[in-house]
């Protein structure tokens, strides 16, 4: 089987990408994940991550990131986009399992992206009985009261200090509703030692899903989103109402263990499996 091995270079202010297998802009910023990120055609995204806005385009397989720079793209985006991981071999190992196999044959173009822990706290905290665009106006109000201006237009995420530092009544203008004290504790907590970040990050999933649900109006699927899609860890399984029901229908009501260790990306390809089913 080929090596997968990924490369980049810098040309005329970009740095393009080359090798990147299952890698789609819309599959990866259009699949609930993220929250800032949006098309502006069929081969071109820009978003705001990481304190800074970035155009992302990818077009014959080479994935173009403008106006930036090899040691940026080394040092930010490498990790962001999860290049490094070989998508292919994991889509081999779920596979053993039929519905699983077809689930990653329709989606195979979903990377997990590795947002900053804060911000995928906050924006799942945010997500709780919530639909994808009035997560993405909460968000982008939140960035707009809160946020430090950026010189391309837009703003950055609020930092968990500028947060922490609010009560719930100066969220008003967010709209943000019953979730605001939510978004403070989690601020407060994330700074002062109210969750060890070092644990969430190192422990056990079932310790870490624990340590995060500490945090007032935290609960199962909040944790699992944000230690699958803040903290990266790919075991993680966060179960909304779809994959509950998929849990059921195709697998007995018990993940197959082929996926285990991937269960944060299977569960990604089956999500959106069955929503285009069900369109």
Request: proline content about 3%; charged content about 25%; glycine content about 8%.
């Amino acid at each position: 089987m080929k090596k997968y091995q990924p490369y980049a270079k810098e040309k005329d202010g970009n740095v393009l990408v080359f090798g990147v297998e299952h890698f789609g802009l819309k599959e990866t910023f259009d699949c609930g994940q993220a929250f800032r990120w949006q098309a502006l055609d069929d081969n071109t995204w820009v978003g705001i991550a990481l304190g800074r806005k970035l155009r992302v385009g990818r077009n014959d397989g080479v994935i173009t990131l403008y106006d930036c720079t090899l040691d940026e793209y080394e040092a930010k985006w490498r990790g962001y986009l999860d290049i490094d991981r070989d998508y292919g071999a994991i889509i081999n190992i779920i596979s053993e399992n039929e519905t699983l196999k077809n689930a990653a044959k329709e989606n195979s173009g979903i990377r997990i992206l590795k947002q900053d822990k804060w911000e995928a706290l906050c924006s799942f905290i945010i997500s709780q009985n919530n639909n994808i665009p009035r997560i993405m106006g909460i968000v982008e109000r939140l960035c707009e009261h809160f946020g430090e201006p950026l010189s391309g237009g837009g703003y950055t995420f609020p930092s968990a200090e500028k947060i922490a530092a609010l009560d719930p009544e100066d969220l008003a203008p967010v709209r943000s509703g019953f979730r605001a004290r939510y978004i403070i504790d989690g601020a407060r907590k994330y700074l002062n030692g109210g969750i060890d970040l070092e644990l969430i990050s190192t422990a056990d999933t079932d310790t870490a899903r624990a340590e995060l649900m500490k945090i007032t109006g935290v609960g199962v699927k909040v944790a699992d989103c944000t230690l699958l899609f803040g903290f990266q860890r790919i075991d993680a399984l966060p179960k909304d109402v779809w994959i509950k029901r998929a849990l059921e229908e195709y697998f007995d009501g018990h993940f197959p263990e082929c996926a285990a260790p991937y269960a944060g990306i299977a569960q990604q390809y089956l999500f959106n499996y069955i929503r285009k089913q069900n369109a």
